[in-house]
């Protein structure tokens, strides 16, 4: 709705502009802090206020300008996008229009061609290299090359039918559901062929290639800045999502009589191992978020230095959880230099370095203790377990926030131009 007097047709081009500047962060991936500090910015240029609202749904924009303003209501916003492209074009709308190189014409242009930019990587290449992520999430588990193979083939399979339903707009709950239950068909057959000496990891890599990383560590995020509503929904999307993955999972152990073993250890690599397969994975991660190609290696270098260095903190006697804050804090501070080199946002680096640490695995092992449970397991111990993994999920969660959030708080405040976007690192 509109308001003010008729002869503003700059300020209705500005609030429009504007709130698709913010809209089209969200909708990739940025957090709240994000999407707040670009809309301010954005409006600044030209003269307005911005007063914005950011719900995990719609975007409600107030534009200011002398004795008018406008206020505009986004479209609904899909939940599950992470597109670095995106965002990288917007903040360099954004600076292009700071710096006097671009009109509210060229940039309103400019984020249109953004909006339907066609994705960095074909499909059959995201397919190939998410399955090729899964393979090497099973390898720093601790699988076996037989293992590697399925989680190949079953990572693979999932990424293809996740494309597809995603392009029918099926729901997305609905989409990593079944995704997982042919993953988890895939990786249960396999698993009933006993060709692996570690069948858990047959099903269980394959899952966490579909878990929402990225709102899971934004959710945490908000929640430390005090954006408390969308912080509460974003996890609460990504909990749902974690629940629909451990369900397909559970119908592909019935259907085939595969088991994903609750209280199952990851087993330990070598670094150099380690590193190389986190580097793997990273660039599987890069494909999935369409990280520009021309950075895509900076993120292959946060994911290496990141799961490496928790891996040999472990050999070294590092708890899991300050290993994980390490690793965490590593792929942050890379993130910020690599942000500042390359005048991209710190997200499309960190993102890829870190979703390689969160605990899908303990997660899925934790739906499927308390479904256990519900089904009347007479373990004593199976309630203290499942404890312990829902305590890991959440404390290993924060330490990956946490670490990936510090430097940019710090970096910020040595800057004495901040950075556009600060916060999504």
């Known amino acids: 709705m509109d308001h003010g007097a008729d002869d503003g047709p700059h300020i209705e081009k500005v609030a429009h502009a504007t709130l698709q500047a913010g809209r089209l962060l969200l909708l990739n991936g940025a957090d709240t802090a994000t999407v707040e500090a670009t809309v301010v910015r954005f409006a600044a240029v030209f003269g307005c206020e911005a007063h914005l609202m950011v719900s995990y749904e719609v975007l409600l924009l107030t534009v200011v300008a002398g004795e008018q303003f406008r206020t505009k209501i986004g479209s609904r916003v899909a939940a599950m996008n992470v597109g670095m492209t995106t965002i990288t074009a917007v903040r360099r709308v954004l600076d292009d229009l700071e710096h006097g190189r671009m009109d509210l014409g060229r940039a309103t242009a ?12 074909a499909h059959w290449l995201v397919v190939a290299m998410l399955g090729l992520t899964a393979a090497s999430l099973s390898r720093l588990f601790g699988g076996d090359w037989p293992a590697f193979a399925v989680a190949w083939l079953a990572g693979a399979a999932g990424t293809w039918l996740r494309q597809q339903l995603s392009g029918r707009q099926v729901n997305p709950v609905a989409v ?26 047959c099903l269980v890599a394959p899952g966490m290639i579909i878990v929402p990383g990225v709102p899971l560590i934004n959710g945490v995020q908000d929640m430390i800045r005090n954006h408390m509503t969308l912080g509460i929904s974003r ?26 073993a609750v209280e199952a250890q990851p087993g ?4 150099a191992e380690d590193a190389v397969f986190s580097a793997i994975a990273a660039l599987g991660y890069a494909s999935l978020f369409n990280v520009p190609v021309r950075i895509a290696w900076a ?33 942050g501070i890379l993130a910020q230099l690599f942000s500042h080199r ?14 390689a640490m969160v605990p899908g695995a303990y997660a899925f092992r934790l739906v499927l203790s308390g479904l256990q449970i519900a089904h ?14 829902g305590i890991t999920v959440v404390l290993m969660m924060g330490a990956i926030a946490v670490g990936i959030a510090a430097p940019a708080f710090w970096f910020r405040k040595r800057s004495s131009h901040p950075d556009c976007f600060p916060q999504q690192s």
């Open 176 to 201: 990593s559901f079944l995704a997982a239950c042919l993953s988890g068909l895939v990786g249960g057959a396999a698993v009933s062929l006993k060709i692996s000496g570690t069948p858990s990891l």
């Open 342 to 355: 390359f005048n991209a946002p710190a997200a499309a680096f960190a993102f890829p370095g870190v979703v």
């Open 268 to 271: 330990e690599i070598g670094v």
């Open 299 to 331: 993120c292959v270098v946060c994911g290496v230095a990141s799961h490496a260095l928790r891996t040999l903190g472990l050999h070294l006697g590092i708890d899991i959880l300050s290993g994980t804050l390490l690793g965490a804090l590593a792929a």
């Open 376 to 389: 009347g397991a007479t373990d004593p111990a199976l309630p203290m377990a499942t404890l312990t993994l």
């Open 110 to 121: 400019a984020l249109d061609a953004a909006e339907h930019r066609t994705p960095e990587y």
């Open 235 to 260: 996890l609460a999307f990504g909990g749902v999502i974690t629940v629909a993955i451990a369900m397909g999972l559970f119908v592909a152990t019935v259907v085939t009589g595969a088991a994903i």
